[in-house]
T-cell receptor, first 115, second 116 residues
Framework: GAGVSQSPRYKVAKRGQDVALRCDPI?????LFWYQQALGQGPEFLTY????????KSGLPSDRFFAERPEGSVSTLKIQRTQQEDSAVYLC?????????????FGPGTRLLVL | AQSVTQLGSHVSVSEGALVLLRCNYS??????LFWYVQYPNQGLQLLLK??????LVKGINGFEAEFKKSETSFHLTKPSAHMSDAAEYFC??????????????FGTGTRLQVTL
C-alpha cells in the first residue's frame, strides 16, 4: 500500500520567505509526527498530532514554526520568515496506534535550503 | 527525559563480517527502543523494536538486538554483512506506557560502510 508521502521533496527559499511543507500520512493513521533532521544529525522531534488535535508542540524551535492537521489526515508544517538555520530535512511520520509502542512510518522528507 | 548515545559515528566492516552497532540509553524507567535504517535520500525504515516483551528482538534483513537493562544497552548486530547494508543507522527511544503515541528521541546515527 501507499506509504507516507511528502511534498515538495526539495524546496529552496530566500531568507525571509514563508514556506509550507505537506505530509500525507498512511490512510487511517491517527498519530502524526514532524521531525527536523539537520545535516549529519539524527531527527529531532517538532510536534505531534492525534487526529486533528495537536497534543505536543514542545519541539517547535520558535513561533515562526506552525503546524496543522485540520481534518485529521493531511498535515502542513509552515515556517514563516525563514532563516538559514532552518535549512534541514523535515520528516513526517505516522502511526496507526495510540501507544508509544507503535511503529512510526516515515516519509522521504522535504529538504529545505534557505539562502 | 530519555536519551540515547550511539558510539561510533562511522563503522566499516568487510562483506561477510559481523556487524555490531552500539546504542546505550538513559532513562529513569525501562523505555521502548527502536533501530531505524536510512538510505540516501530516503526516509527512515524500522529494523526492529523492543517494547518490553522478549529481550532478544529479531528484525528485518537479518538484524537483531538485545535489550540489556543492567548495561542500559540495545546494540544492533548482524552475523554477516552484505553490501546492501551500507546505510545510516539510528537508535531511538520513547517513553513507555504513556497512554498515547510518543515522540522518538534519536541518537546521532552510525554510518555503516561495507567493503569487499
Amino acid at each position: 500500500g501507499a506509504g507516507v508521502s511528502q511534498s515538495p521533496r526539495y524546496k529552496v527559499a530566500k531568507r525571509g520567505q514563508d514556506v509550507a511543507l505537506r505530509c500525507d500520512p498512511i490512510s487511517g493513521h491517527v498519530s502524526l509526527f514532524w521531525y527536523q533532521q539537520a545535516l549529519g544529525q539524527g531527527p529531532e522531534f517538532l510536534t505531534y498530532f492525534q487526529n486533528e488535535a495537536q497534543l505536543d508542540k514542545s519541539g517547535l524551535p520558535s513561533d515562526r514554526f506552525f503546524a496543522e492537521r485540520p481534518e485529521g489526515s493531511v498535515s502542513t508544517l509552515k515556517i514563516q520568515r525563514t532563516q538559514q538555520e532552518d535549512s534541514a530535512v523535515y520528516l513526517c511520520a505516522s502511526s496507526p496506534l495510540l501507544t508509544s509502542a507503535g511503529t512510526q512510518y516515515f516519509g522521504p522528507g522535504t529538504r529545505l535550503l534557505v539562502l | 527525559a530519555q536519551s540515547v548515545t550511539q558510539l561510533g559515528s562511522h563503522v566499516s566492516v568487510s562483506e561477510g563480517a559481523l556487524v555490531l552497532l552500539r546504542c546505550n540509553y538513559s532513562s529513569s524507567v525501562p523505555p521502548y527502543l527502536f533501530w531505524y535504517v536510512q538510505y540516501p535520500n530516503q526516509g527512515l525504515q524500522l529494523l526492529l523494536k523492543y517494547t518490553s516483551a522478549a529481550t532478544l528482538v529479531k528484525g528485518i534483513n537479518g538484524f537483531e538486538a538485545e535489550f540489556k537493562k543492567s548495561e542500559t544497552s540495545f546494540h544492533l548486530t548482524k552475523p554477516s554483512a552484505h553490501m546492501s547494508d551500507a546505510a545510516e543507522y539510528f537508535c531511538a527511544v520513547s517513553a513507555p506506557n504513556t497512554g498515547t503515541a510518543s515522540k522518538l528521541t534519536f541518537g546521532t546515527g552510525t554510518r555503516l560502510q561495507v567493503t569487499l
